[in-house]
């Protein structure tokens, strides 16, 4: 087995990986995803669709390990919510 040497250079290389990184970068952060998807889809039209607000239940309505089941936002759409029991991430506790 023979290795070969490559034809790029180590300056090619690294022209390459900030390139590649500015662009993960700016396609990480919200506001360059939103520009990459309206320069790639510019003639086409979006549809929003809005659904009325529902009061499912309080914190204080749900006991832990016992879930509510509820359609929404079509009565088609099986959903459930429940009380873990424990902090999630970005949520709350009961009395909190």
């Known amino acids: 087995m023979t290795l070969e040497k490559s034809t790029a250079s180590r300056r090619d290389f690294l022209k390459a990986s900030v390139g590649v990184g500015g662009a993960l970068g700016i396609l990480?952060?919200?506001?360059?995803?939103?520009?990459?998807?309206?320069?790639v889809s510019a003639d086409v039209s979006r549809v929003t669709q809005t659904y009325t607000r529902l009061r499912i239940a309080g914190v204080s309505d749900l006991a832990d390990g016992q879930p509510i089941d509820f359609q929404y936002p079509l009565q088609e759409h099986n959903n459930l919510l429940d009380n873990l029991g424990t902090s999630a991430l970005l949520g709350r506790r009961t009395g909190q």
Do not use: V, Y
């Open 28 to 39: 990480a952060s919200p506001i360059g995803m939103t520009q990459a998807i309206d320069a």
